[in-house]
């Protein structure tokens, strides 16, 4: 069954239009309060967002649309996604609500839902959710039964004693200069407070947002500003972290960035030789061939999952593993948190630096990746991945890789594009198979 809302990330769209506007949004509210309220005690929701202009106006939409159906609604304000998880769970909230669209500019708006549990939800319960949004929730709450709204105004206080938690209590940051990018977005005040109070000298960049600069030409995806404030100011190494502070990217003292791949595999080889690693690790279909060999040398086995930080994460609660991610720098340490949190992660990062009191760059190339090459190619209509020609095309790209790389062929879950990934040893290689592959699905669209 398609959905007509939820994507492989919660609902996201351009802000004040469908489905990112006040009617559709209270709709989601109603739906959600009613699928959530289940027995006969007072239920509350929070909620919490970004920096993005739009987000007074969904906070409201979605703080009417609970109320009316008997929720108490705790507003956390801005503070980032892992924070809105945690205080959903550390406050037995029966529902949270995040209010952003991650890494996307500031005309893009989002919501993500957590179960009472602190976890993202099931397909299964967004197309229940969807079923309700359209088919109606039925009976609201009576007059008297009308949900309260409260500011909880120490949230961001718990988070980041939460998240200081997660550092060993045998190190300090002391003698370590950070630059850390907060992308103008929900961690523009926790990170630097967090990276502070642990002991480090803190250059903060972008935390100044104005509702319209998020994620503008700084964060973890336009780590430019990062690597070059790095550079400016001698620092040892520079943390970014994109919108909604669930993914990190990393730059070393000489301004070189780090991937999520390279963090992954810095934080496994860490923890398996200090026997705190669980289980296998986890990554997408997109994450580099180097760092699965790199783990196999290790004795580390690696489960691949479809793209999506939930996807990774449920893949990790049913194999008992406590490492996972995305080479876009989402990082799952389930040890500490119920999804990806870029400032949790960073400590990780930094807690190896400072036990083996290395520079970042010593540290930073645990692997040598394999080349990639990522090529988007758009299409008017249709499924040109089911045309012959094009199943053709992948088996001849297949056949021609010879099990010497990898080749990743999806749809993406937002725009009509296909998004053609390979990888191999030998460069040529790559462009040739892409090429032909590209080539057919142009021709069947």
């Given at each position: 069954?398609?959905?007509?809302?939820?994507?492989?990330?919660?609902?996201?769209?351009?802000?004040?239009?469908?489905?990112?506007?006040?009617?559709?949004?209270?709709?989601?509210?109603?739906?959600?309060?009613?699928?959530?309220?289940?027995?006969?005690?007072?239920?509350?929701?929070?909620?919490?967002?970004?920096?993005?202009?739009?987000?007074?106006?969904?906070?409201?939409?979605?703080?009417?649309?609970?109320?009316?159906?008997?929720?108490?609604?705790?507003?956390?304000?801005?503070?980032?996604?892992?924070?809105?998880?945690?205080?959903?769970?550390?406050?037995?909230?029966?529902?949270?609500?995040?209010?952003?669209?991650?890494?996307?500019?500031?005309?893009?708006?989002?919501?993500?839902?957590?179960?009472?549990?602190?976890?993202?939800?099931?397909?299964?319960?967004?197309?229940?959710?969807?079923?309700?949004?359209?088919?109606?929730?039925?009976?609201?709450?009576?007059?008297?039964?009308?949900?309260?709204?409260?500011?909880?105004?120490?949230?961001?206080?718990?988070?980041?004693?939460?998240?200081?938690?997660?550092?060993?209590?045998?190190?300090?940051?002391?003698?370590?200069?950070?630059?850390?990018?907060?992308?103008?977005?929900?961690?523009?005040?926790?990170?630097?407070?967090?990276?502070?109070?642990?002991?480090?000298?803190?250059?903060?960049?972008?935390?100044?947002?104005?509702?319209?600069?998020?994620?503008?030409?700084?964060?973890?995806?336009?780590?430019?500003?990062?690597?070059?404030?790095?550079?400016?100011?001698?620092?040892?190494?520079?943390?970014?972290?994109?919108?909604?502070?669930?993914?990190?990217?990393?730059?070393?003292?000489?301004?070189?960035?780090?991937?999520?791949?390279?963090?992954?595999?810095?934080?496994?080889?860490?923890?398996?030789?200090?026997?705190?690693?669980?289980?296998?690790?986890?990554?997408?279909?997109?994450?580099?061939?180097?760092?699965?060999?790199?783990?196999?040398?290790?004795n580390i086995g690696l489960v691949r999952t479809k793209v999506g930080d939930r996807y990774v994460v449920d893949a990790m609660r049913s194999r008992a593993c406590n490492l996972g991610g995305e080479q876009s720098g989402h990082i799952v340490l389930s040890d500490y948190a119920t999804t990806g949190d870029g400032l949790i992660a960073a400590l990780q990062v930094l807690a190896v630096a400072a036990?083996?009191?290395?520079?970042?760059?010593?540290?930073?190339?645990?692997?040598?990746?394999?080349?990639?090459?990522?090529?988007?190619?758009?299409?008017?209509?249709?499924?040109?991945?089911?045309?012959?020609?094009?199943?053709?095309?992948?088996?001849?790209?297949?056949?021609?890789?010879?099990?010497?790389?990898?080749?990743?062929?999806?749809?993406?879950?937002?725009?009509?594009?296909?998004?053609?990934?390979?990888?191999?040893?030998?460069?040529?290689?790559?462009?040739?198979?892409?090429?032909?592959?590209?080539?057919?699905?142009?021709?069947?669209?």
């Amino acid at each position: 069954m398609s959905r007509r809302y939820f994507g492989t990330d919660g609902i996201r769209g351009t802000a004040n239009s469908a489905p990112i506007e006040v009617d559709t949004v209270l709709r989601l509210a109603l739906a959600a309060g009613a699928h959530f309220r289940r027995g006969g005690h007072r239920h509350r929701v929070v909620i919490g967002k970004d920096t993005r202009l739009s987000g007074y106006m969904l906070e409201n939409a979605l703080t009417a649309g609970f109320s009316a159906m008997g929720m108490d609604v705790m507003l956390l304000g801005p503070l980032p996604t892992p924070a809105v998880a945690m205080l959903t769970r550390s406050m037995r909230a029966d529902v949270g609500v995040m209010i952003s669209a991650s890494h996307n500019p500031y005309r893009d708006n989002g919501i993500k839902l957590f179960g009472p549990d602190g976890y993202k939800l099931s397909d299964e319960t967004e197309t229940e959710i969807e079923r309700l949004m359209d088919e109606g929730v039925g009976d609201r709450a009576a007059p008297e039964d009308i949900g309260r709204a409260t500011r909880i105004d120490d949230a961001a206080g718990r988070y980041i004693e939460a998240v200081k938690r997660t550092f060993p209590e045998d190190l300090s940051l002391e003698g370590l200069k950070v630059v850390v990018d907060c992308a103008h977005g929900a961690a523009y005040k926790v990170a630097p407070i967090v990276l502070r109070e642990l002991g480090a000298t803190v250059v903060p960049i972008a935390v100044s947002p104005n509702g319209k600069n998020i994620n503008a030409h700084c964060g973890a995806t336009s780590p430019t500003a990062m690597c070059e404030s790095v550079m400016a100011h001698g620092a040892d190494i520079g943390l970014a972290l994109d919108g909604d502070a669930d993914r990190l990217i990393v730059c070393d003292e000489h301004g070189r960035v780090v991937d999520g791949d390279q963090l992954m595999a810095l934080i496994a080889d860490s923890w398996s030789a200090a026997g705190l690693l669980r289980g296998d690790v986890v990554a997408t279909v997109m994450s580099n061939l180097g760092f699965e060999r790199f783990l196999a040398g290790r004795n580390i086995g690696l489960v691949r999952t479809k793209v999506g930080d939930r996807y990774v994460v449920d893949a990790m609660r049913s194999r008992a593993c406590n490492l996972g991610g995305e080479q876009s720098g989402h990082i799952v340490l389930s040890d500490y948190a119920t999804t990806g949190d870029g400032l949790i992660a960073a400590l990780q990062v930094l807690a190896v630096a400072a036990r083996q009191d290395k520079a970042m760059s010593a540290l930073s190339r645990v692997f040598s990746p394999v080349p990639q090459k990522l090529h988007n190619v758009r299409y008017s209509g249709g499924k040109p991945l089911d045309a012959a020609p094009v199943k053709r095309a992948i088996e001849e790209a297949e056949t021609t890789l010879n099990g010497s790389g990898r080749l990743v062929i999806r749809p993406s879950g937002t725009e009509p594009v296909i998004r053609v990934m390979a990888e191999a040893d030998d460069p040529a290689l790559i462009d040739q198979v892409i090429a032909r592959i590209a080539a057919a699905i142009e021709a069947a669209a």
